[in-house]
């Protein structure tokens, strides 16, 4: 497998041409903007957290297919999940991206999330991989303030 | 130092020649050999360039205008010398007329300020174009803010070209000021400038032309254009990264204030008056980037040797053909589409980012632009958020106009579409 073929897997592909969970959520009790001005992906991120519990977790925008996929991907994962194991989820989503040692992340734990380690490579694309993700935790702390960017 | 071509200018630019000179283009990408079409970002650097750098530092490192020792007048007059080839190469009238700037960025600002904070009130008018560049947008914006002039903006038609007709009744006798590009850093509109320049006078107004994106590929000659001022960049000219181009009549630059306050810049100093120099010496507060103008100044006497003339012509070609390959591949949509273009081209696959073209293309050692190029403007006029942008310089070729193609049909097959 070339390294181009790692990081642009079939899921990457499918999510990226097929986000789920696209869309403004109505129902939402947290929201935030995630923006790179330099690159130009731009995604907001909707949640409906209740009682410790991330509910329905939507997104939309328009951004690279890596951003595109690791958002698609994120909504899946972290619904259901209480706030503590969402938070969890998205230290080991950062370890795997950015951590200063690959190994450090059992990519078993992250089943299926664990396609998005191959941004890993590219550093140029790896603030793409993360800005859903922090953009989520933005909207998690209900800091809707200026939006969230993963570039610098 | 480098070699470049001597022959005659009627004879075809020898590009394999030319390839010699530039280091860097032997160089590997990810196992292939690098395909160098981010031109409009930044240019390579010839060896002589890389050598004049390296004899200056090695030979005549000292600062300007001061030291009495053998080094400080080496250096004072090799940045002299600098200005010199500068101005020969714009055909400005005076030396003077040529001040040096960090690059086009801050030849704009300083213009701005200098001239448009204290020409511009409220209710003037000061006219750009969507398609300029950010560098030739936010300046103007904030001198706008500070004066009360208000900001006027000369649409863009589908095919990317300026409406020239919205232009002519967007002059008025309210505006003072109109700031535009030679070349579209974005999609490589060619503007006529020289028209420009001529209804703008007539209507009492000073013209600033953006030459970022054309310096490096056709002769400018800042007399017959009759520009009131122009900005370049020594790194987009095969020249170091740090240094630039204002040119300012020397009227309008003699009239001007500092720009900034410092060393080098002034007459006198005394806590009740300070008087500062003339022009260009009042622009340059500070040791300048000697280096650089040492530097730029060998890469515009690369661009004479091999002459300017040959590399526009040369370029045309290889900008047909990139064009008319890129088209040749099915899904690729072309933005900007004007009948007078150069250098550079921008495209978007629908169903691709630009941003993974650019990730796909570098995989192949192709390395392009992908994202908005800082006209937001522009990509919001066309409706896309970004763009992959291919841009050439005179070392490019039509093999790697070849692999450029190549790499883009693969970028289709990866995302299958």
Redesign the interface.
Known sequence: MTDLTELYQDIILDHSKQPRNFGELSAANRHANGYNPLCGDHIEVWAQIDDDLVGKVQFSGSACAICTASASMMTQAVQGKSNEAAGVLFEQMRQMLVGADEGDVGQSELGKLAALGGVRRYPMRVKCATLPWHTFKAAMEENNGQPVTTEQ | MGVATTEPTCLPLDVDRIRRDFPILSAQV?GHPLVYLDNAATSQKPSAVLDALYAYYTQSNSNINRGVHALGERATDAYAKARDVVQSFLNAQSVGEIVFTRGTTEAVNLVAQAYGGSHLKAGDRVLISQMEHHSNIVPWQMVCQQTGADLDVIPVSDDGELMMGRFESQLTDRTKIVAIAHISNAIGTVNPVSKIIQAAHANGAVVLMDAAQSASHMAIDVQSLDCDFLAFSGHKTYGPTGIGVLYGKAALLADMAPYQGGGAMIRSVDFDQTTYRDPPDRFEAGTPNIAGAVGLAAAIGYMNQVGLSRISAYEAGLLDYALQELESVGKVRLIGRASNRAASISFVID??????IG??LD?AGVAIR???HCAQPL?NRFGV??TARASIAMYNTKQEVDALVGAVQRAIE???I
Request: hydrophobic share 35%; glycine share 16%.
């Open positions: 990810h169903g691709i980012h630009p941003h993974d990730t796909v995989d992908a994202g908005h990509m958020p970004a990866v995302f299958g």
